[in-house]
Structures are given as C-alpha cells and as structure tokens.
C-alpha cells in the first residue's frame, strides 16, 4: 500500500473536515472543554460578591413626599412672589418644584438642624430629588448608615425645603407689604376698601404672611426603614454568579482562541478523517529528557504500543513494509512512538529497522545508551554500507537494528530527497521485514518529505494537550500536496490505564540496560 501511488484528488476525503459545528453546538464544545476555567472564574466572582455584601457599608433609604400645589396663574394678589404657578403641562410643575427644592440653601438649613459635620454638598449627594410619574408629589429620598439617620434627614430635608421657600415668600412679602400700604394712604378714604381694591390686596398679602408657602407642604413623611437598600444581599450573589459565568465563558473562549490545543479526540476527529491506531497513555514526566526507551516504558503503555503494531500490521499486510512516523511539531511524542513501534515488531519476532531520519536533532543514541561510528548521514553520502552501518542492542532486542542519524551535515539532509534515499529504503526493505522511520516534523523542516512519498505508511503522532489544531492541519494539507494519505493517528497523551496482573501476565522479565558502549 505504498503511500505515494494513490491519486490524490483536488480535496482528499481524509482531510476534508467535518461540517464545523455551529452556534449552541459550538459553544457548547468550548465550554464543555474549559469547563473548569468557567467554574472558578464563577466561583471566585461569587466569593467576591459575599465578601462585598459582608464588608460594605449598609446604607438605609427613607422618602418623605411633598405635595405641589400650584396657584392660579394670573392672580393679582400672588403675581411677582414667585410662587409655584399652574402651566397646561403638569409635568412641568412638579419637575420646577423638585429643582427648587434641591439647592444647597436647603441642605445647608437641614445640616444645622441636624448637627451634621457635612457641608452642604455633601448633603446633595446623600439626597434625592425627583417628581414622581403622574402625581402632583415630590419624592425626597435620603440615604444615611443607619435607619433612624435616613428617616430624621428625610423629614428634616423636606421640612426645610418648606421653611426656606416660606422664608423666600415672607422676604419678599416684608417688602412688597409695606409699598403698597404706603399707596393705600395717599388714596382717598372711599378707595382703600372694598372689592378688588389696593387696600383688598394688602389684606390678602397680610393673610398670606401668617402662613408657610401654600405651593409645598409635606404630604408624608418618612417613616424607618426596616432593611438596608445596599448592599442587597441576595442581588449581589446572584449578580456575583451571573457576572462570573459570563466572565468565565468569556475566558474560556479566549483561552480556546490563544491556546487552540488539542483537547479531546472529538477534535482530531474533526480535523482528519483518519482511524486513531492506538491510544497512548500519558507519560511525559517520563520522557521531559528525550524519548522513552522500551524498558522505561510502563506495561499499559507498552501494550498501547502492540495494539499499535498489530492495527498497522493488519492494516498493510503480507510482506516488507516501511513506516514513517512524523508529527506537526517538536515534543508530541514521535520519536518516542517510532523507537517502541520498531521494538513492538522485534519482539513480535519480525526482522526490523528503525532508521532515525531527523538528522538535525537526533536522540535515540543517547535514549538507547549507543554511541554509533557510523550511521545515516554515513550512507547516505557513500562513505558506509547500510549493512555496517546497523546494529543492534541485546538489551533491546536482537530483532530490532538501528540506523541512526551521524555526520555528514547539509550535504546529507540534501540526499534524502534524492535517489540516495530510495535506494537506501530499497536496500532497508531487502533486509527486514519492518523499516520504521523517525522523520522530523514535517511542518517544520521538509527534509524527509521525499521519504514520506516513498514509504507504505505514514504514520501521524499527536498528542493531548500539546499539539496545535492549526499546526495538524497544515501536516495534513502538507501531505495531502505531496500526495500522501496517512494510515492513521497514533494518539499519545490518554488517560492512564491502571496497570493489572491481566498486563503483567506471561510478561518476560527484561534486563537491566548497562552502560553505553560503542557500537562499530
């Protein structure tokens, strides 16, 4: 099944994605994905939200109402006091009168009455004022920090709104009356009384002196608050949860739009539409120092390994193959999966070699404890046989020779896009019966891509958590251009299996590796 013969149509059927999901469905995903992310950020919002309600200060409400009562406009006996005077706009009236009784003046008068250290505007700011909707009424709110200090400056704001609009009436009374006696007495006896005379108007003035201003009196008054307006307990939790949801789904489409990493299988299903081989059990705090040799690796990982080998086995067949394992970066997990797939065949009793094809990071020397004299680089430039170039590890296996990466520079990374290389996998065929290949990450160097046209099978590693939806997509476009149909995915990076006597079962016992030797 060599990979390079297939046709390749303008669109693979194995790159081609699946519909991507849309609105709910999509959202969905994200959020079941980052999950934990929403539910602290909920968390944490909420516990900010009762340390608020626990440590802010309450404040307390209290509303005295006043009642508007305009005078007729065009009375003589009040024209020019300005009185609070009736409009065909009603509205008008009682937003005038919440104006005029919401002036530092009227703050100033109910502070002394109240021993109050705070300075006129200081008051405003504890105070409201505003018509209410389809009424004659004027509410004035107060807010204090305990509920006997909200009610006395609601009433005590309101009753000074009324002495001082009085106190403005009676100045300009005090004025006006004495004037207009003074014209009374220069007019004859028979005119100063009677109806509609000057003399009427002064009495109606005098009757108006001995009472408080008839356009505003106080229609009730604030009566104690039984509870605090603020902090509300029950508001800020729940606006404590909701604002924390909201952030917290706003964080985790973020941090899906930053780290768009590979998370659950669904999404490598959704990038390729390729079988997944075998499911790996995480190990990376094992190999953080390079990749993990066989005798390193637990037996549930390890039979993930065979399950591998036998689902590619069966997938290509009879006969001699080559396998080229790549991945879409650095630290998914390839080198790891090509050195314990070559050795899953060994010991499977297969003939096998693993040729280690990323000639600028080579790392399988020091994961085996071999130090070659001669190796890929050799061979490929003439200076070597492939046949003295190989070896074997008895540790390992005496199945399992490997070709690994030496010198030779540029000048060998160049051949393996020439004959050079294809008579090298000829000759490797001729030889085993399984050539497993360890290629650099095809995204980032194209070194081996001529391999990968040349091979049976191509394997892809990726790993949970570490590889890059953006990046696996360009291996697969990159693939897809050379004509290459993968035989799957090798998914590194799944929840560990609890290892049981069922694994440990008719298991050999390997031994202990010794010390690295050189290897001719």
Known sequence: MAASQAPRPSTPAWLAPRAELQG???????????????????????????????????????????????????????????????????????????????????????????????????????????????????????????????????????????????????????????????????????????????????????????????????????????????????????????????????AAFLAQTLDPRLRRESQLRDVFRLPILARVPDRRSVSQGGPVPPDAMPVDTSEAFRTLRATLAATLGEGSHSILVTSSATGEGKTTTALNLAHAFATAGYDTILIEADLRRPTIAKAIGARPVEGLGSVLIGQARLEDALFSVAEISPHLDFLLADGGGLVAIDRLSLPAAQELLRAAKGLADFVIIDSPPLTEVIDALALAQQVDAVLMVSRLGVSRLNRLTDLGELLAQGGITPAGVALLGTEHIVESAYYYAGRPQEPAPGPPEPVS
């Open 24 to 250: 709910f469905a999509r959202y969905l995903s994200t959020v079941r994905e980052r999950w934990w992310l929403v539910a602290g950020v909920t968390v944490l919002a909420t516990i900010a939200a009762i340390i608020y309600v626990a440590v802010a200060p309450k404040v307390y409400e209290a509303e005295t109402d006043v009642l508007v009562t305009p005078v007729v406009q065009g009375d003589a006996s009040t024209d020019g006091l300005g009185l609070i005077t009736e409009s065909n706009d009603p509205t008008q009236v009682v937003t005038t009168a919440a104006r005029l009784i919401s002036t530092n003046n009227i703050a100033a008068l109910a502070g002394r009455r109240l021993k109050l250290s705070d300075p006129p505007g200081g008051i405003l700011d504890k105070m409201t004022v505003e018509p209410i909707a389809q009424s004659n009424l004027v509410a004035v709110r107060a807010e204090a920090s305990t509920a006997a200090g909200a009610q006395e400056l609601a009433n005590a704001y309101a009753r000074a709104a009324v002495d001082e609009r009085t106190r403005i009436l009676h100045e300009q009374l005090d004025t006006l009356i004495p004037r207009l006696q003074a014209q009374v007495a220069k007019l004859p006896a028979a005119d100063q009384t009677g109806t509609g005379t000057l003399g009427e108007r002064v009495a109606d003035l005098q009757a108006l002196r001995q009472g408080d201003d008839p356009t505003v009196r106080v229609a009730a008054r604030a009566v104690t608050p039984t509870s605090p307006t603020s902090p509300k307990t029950k508001l800020s939790i729940v606006a404590g949860i909701v604002a924390g949801l909201i952030l917290g789904l706003g």
